[in-house]
Each structure stands twice: as structure tokens, then as C-alpha cells.
Nanobody, 127 residues
Framework: QVVLLESGGGSVQAGDSLRLSCVVSGGTFSAFAMGWFRQAPGKEREFVAA????????NYADSVKGRFTISRDNAKNTVFLQMSSLKPEDTAVYYC????????????????????WGQGTQVTVSS
């Protein structure tokens, strides 16, 4: 059984930073791309960032490029999302997901490509 557990969310001011973590238990973490998505109230879940299984490639939503950094530590079965220069529009529940397929060459922006999800962590940015 694969279980994902996010942490690190909170309430911050605009311009602040937060670091989200997602620990994965079960399965072979190092074989799968990982992604971060977010969902604001009344909106669809949207792609934020993804990293390939070997951290050789990352991709980001345009709205977070230059402010967010995704990384992973395969020895600790953990993926991170470093968020800087936070804006009120970044307010959402943030979810990490594990790709359905091993050894993919890119991290998908499509949530349907992810087979496992965490429960989410709330990030609230006030102006």
C-alpha cells in the first residue's frame, strides 16, 4: 500500500516562504515521478510542479516559475516544495501525487497521470 503524507503548510504573509514536504511509504519511491498540485476553494485542482524519478528534470506552472522549487530525496522517500515570495493567490490546499508509471521521462501536468495522493496541506497567504 502506498501512502503519501504532506506537511509544512501554514498561514503566512505575502512575501514569506514555506517548505512543504511529502513522505511516501510503500512502493519504490525512487522509481516514480512526483508532483505537487493545489486546489483553491471553488476551483479545479491545478498543477504546480513535478520532478522525474531521478530528479533529472523538473517542470513548473507558469504562475510559480522562479518562486517555487521542487526537489526530492530518494534516500528519505520525500519530495519537497520550497515556496518563496508567496502571494495571496497561492492560497490553496496543496497535494502531492505519485505518477502511475515508473521511470517516466517527465513529470506530468495532468492529475490523471497520478495514481496516489496525499490528504493535502493548507497554505494560506494573507496580504
Amino acid at each position: 500500500q502506498v501512502v503519501l503524507l504532506e506537511s509544512g503548510g501554514g498561514s503566512v504573509q505575502a512575501g514569506d516562504s514555506l517548505r512543504l514536504s511529502c513522505v511516501v511509504s510503500g512502493g519504490t519511491f525512487s522509481a516514480f515521478a512526483m508532483g505537487w498540485f493545489r486546489q483553491a476553494p471553488g476551483k479545479e485542482r491545478e498543477f504546480v510542479a513535478a520532478v522525474t524519478w531521478d530528479a533529472g528534470r523538473t517542470n513548473y506552472a507558469d504562475s510559480v516559475k522562479g518562486r517555487f522549487t521542487i526537489s526530492r530525496d530518494n534516500a528519505k522517500n520525500t519530495v519537497f516544495l520550497q515556496m518563496s515570495s508567496l502571494k495571496p493567490e497561492d492560497t490553496a490546499v496543496y497535494y502531492c501525487g505519485r505518477d502511475r508509471n515508473a521511470y517516466g521521462v517527465y513529470g506530468s501536468v495532468d492529475s490523471r497521470e497520478y495514481g496516489y495522493w496525499g490528504q493535502g496541506t493548507q497554505v494560506t497567504v494573507s496580504s
